[in-house]
């Protein structure tokens, strides 16, 4: 169907784009463009020729001596795509094209993800049972039969074994346990309650022995299997930086705080000893640093911030029925909430803090409607960094005390004292704040650890105790998990006999020491993720940004290099560009790019599609790329750039060194979803744009010749890679520019209409487009090989593949701008076809023009008609594209 509908003009579908932009720019031609959804035709965009068939056939995947991924005795890097709900168990007519196209992109690895949060047929879980112990006998057959599939197609399988799985009471767990809301508060029980981490083996182990019927393998045994993760995004720290532990049915917290005294009754011994040590660095409130505290003189010393649209103002009223100091106290009222995740933020600025020395904020509080709230202190200045780990606070209706105390992470003469109200329309009132210096105290009278009647350090009421005290709840934390990951990777490869690969779970949720003990490390990011303002996942509440990232130098693809553990293969099995970001067409040359610069190991893209839409003829929700014809498109340039190792590994390593100390001590103002990375050690993010980037954790030497973090020197604007090959340029302010420049693969990303650019002999000069002349422009050497920029001479047989792709968007989509470059389709994806935009240019090849030949292609990748080449004055053949031929994407050959 989508071959025949490109075969209409262009001109046909104005109306249509001008329907369907609304805010998103001046009306221009788009054209419809689907890739079919089960086409796996060979022809000049096939890659299937570049897996090994079938999966598994040279042993199981393993770790070389150098940190790197191999089978047999080749080196082997992954990229490919995560799965979840149903669409991990298609139908199984469905499964034969699905995997067949898949590997028609170049994929060689599937992510079986978020299989476990529902029942039959969205999930693995059985659909009867009240239980969630056992897993659906046909969903396992689907199952089994789509992996084998893949496996024919030499498609490896990353299986994850827990995700977010709806744990409950008949699951023999106490009824508390249902009333916890989210899935992975729940399954923090299994890093500290023995019954919680038995329901975690006992799914692992009925997943993975299982034998597949068209295998006759178990997924344990099965090297086509090459990875299994143990838990995705969740850790203990990560937990209680969250403040999601305070929240736990204390018949759980009772449990944790029975090892927490086992822990300090063995680490100490006797009560005496606990005390000397706690109250060692025990203080008496000190010297006041807040200025008009109890607003007697005011506000001129408060800011209120007000961010996304939203409508407020704060006062100072006299007489509050029941405040606190005679009733005087701040009032804050919003009469708009911000059209965003942003909260209201009430702060005071200018205040000079000092690493290690504590502090004490309280306050007094009430709000008209109950309304959490986070407290704590930060820079007052970029990069806005966190000085200590923020505490949560829940007002009611009626005054409250609140007290906390922090230990500054970092000397600081611009700090600021913060309020973060969440708030919908609404007014909430302040009294009698202070930020002291001192105020913390060891252990209290008839604490025991022996009695176990030592409390837990929880982010509410934690702070408020020494420095030594609380660096010992952190160790004994770090502790608890680490025998946790330890614990489950010893009983998948162990008890299990698990020959695939372990991976914890992604390194900024947990440490990058805990993952060192694992078989890889691993890290996700999404650039533009989704924001949910009021309620999560709410169909038509939401919004992405729209920015392009080659505007930010590096992105969140210097955040991934930050996190990469030295020696170690470095995984990113989730990663998105969420749609409706019509700057979509980056995504994945600049992913590639730069993961093959870092010289990682195994990428993946969050995600593929789903069992309900795989024919759908558009691109449905913010992940899904199966039905996305520029990010499908994209993928052929970034597998040869990332799997056939295109772009050369930076010949320079910066490295951090990061002991378990060095990790306890920034624990305490890491960000939850941030836990300590090489940014804490002082490399800076940029520097992965030049060199690879490692952490040496507890352990591993660092390398003769590395660098260190001071020793990297960061240009201004233009971010060269020392391998020449890569330069991301923003000297020019919101016309950044990537390009990528070595023997077979050249490309543009972004903003470079109107320029020129010569790499290496190709030169690209793209056109204006309706994004200010932003696009992706690729030419990557399918069979052959370019000549060297020179005299035009007769080359032997030469294929490439151009594509050129910008902006797209479905039919008649509901496109709306909400300001600060917000957007948002509500529920409104539009109709089929996919729109695109065909982009112009002009590219130079250093070859006889009387010698090529080129042609536009369709949907499939088939030849559809020739686009003719003119010589330039030195003979070079010139291709001049743009809206005519209809299409994202063309073949060259020359003979």
Known sequence: MGSALVGTSCAVWLLYSVLSLGGQGQPDELCPFVLPWDDATPGPTDLSGWNHKPAGD?????????????????????????????????????????????????????????????????????????????????????????????????????????????????????????????????????????????????????????????????????????????????????????????????????????????????????????????????????????????FASGLDQWVIELHHNAQGGMDVVEDVPNAPQGGRAVRVTVTKPPESGWPIRFEQQHLAVREGKAYTLSFRARAEEPLGIQVGFEEAHPPWQRLASPAPAELTTEWQEFRYGFISGADDDNARVLFDFDLPAGVFYLADVSFREGGLVGLSEGESAQGGTVPLLLSRTGGRRTADASRDWVRFLWDTEDKYWRTMHSYYKNDLGVTGLVIGTATGCSTPNMMASMDCSDAHAYWTHPVFPNRPWDQNDWYVSNVPMVNQPGGNLTDLALRRVLNQPQCVTEYGHAAPNSYGAEADILYAAYASLQDWDYLSLSRYGSEDGWGQRRSVRWFNIHQDPVRMAGLVPAMAIFRRGDVRPAEQQVVAEIDVQAELERLPSSWPWQLVNAGHAGVAPQAALLHRVAIATEGRQV?????????????????????????????SEGRGVVTVNTAKSKAVIGFGGGKRFDLGGVVIEPGDTSQEGFSAITVTVMEGGLPPLAPPSSPGRCRLLITAAGRRQNTNWGWEELGDDRVTLRSNWGEPPTLVEVIPARIILPLPAESVQAWALDERGQRREPVPFSPEQNGHAVLPIGPANRTLWYEVVAR
């Open 58 to 294: 040279l042993g199981p995947v393993r770790v070389g001596e150098d940190g790197h991924l191999y089978v047999g005795r080749q080196r082997i890097r992954f990229f490919g795509v995560d799965l979840t709900f149903d669409a991990t168990m298609p139908q199984k007519a469905n499964a034969e094209k699905i995997a067949a196209r898949s590997a028609k992109f170049g994929i060689n690895i599937v992510r079986f993800h978020i299989m476990d949060m529902a029942r039959y047929p969205r999930g693995i879980i059985a659909a009867d049972p009240a239980h969630t112990r056992d897993l659906d006998p046909e969903g396992l057959d689907r199952l089994d039969y789509f992996i084998a599939q893949l496996k024919q197609n030499g498609i490896y399988v990353n299986m994850n074994t827990l995700c977010y799985r709806y744990i409950n009471k008949d699951d023999g767990l106490p009824a508390e346990i249902d009333r916890i809301r989210e899935a992975p508060d729940r399954n923090i029980m299994g890093f500290f309650y023995e019954p919680a981490l038995e329901l975690q083996k006992e799914y692992a182990r009925k997943l993975l022995t299982h034998r597949n019927a068209y295998t006759g393998l178990t997924y344990a045994e099965d090297p086509a299997v090459a990875f299994v993760e143990i838990h995705n995004e969740n850790g203990l720290l990560h937990a209680w930086l969250g403040g999601r532990l305070d929240d736990l049915p204390k018949v759980f917290l009772a449990e944790l705080q029975r090892k927490w005294n086992d822990w300090l009754a063995e680490r100490y011994g006797t009560t005496g000893r606990l005390r000397e040590a706690w109250d060692r660095t025990a203080e008496p409130l000190g010297r006041e640093l807040l200025v008009d505290g109890d």
């Open 703 to 731: 390398p003769p010749g590395a660098l260190r973090p001071d020793q990297v020197s960061l240009p201004d604007g233009r971010f060269a890679s020392d391998t020449g090959e890569l330069v991301w340029d923003v000297s």
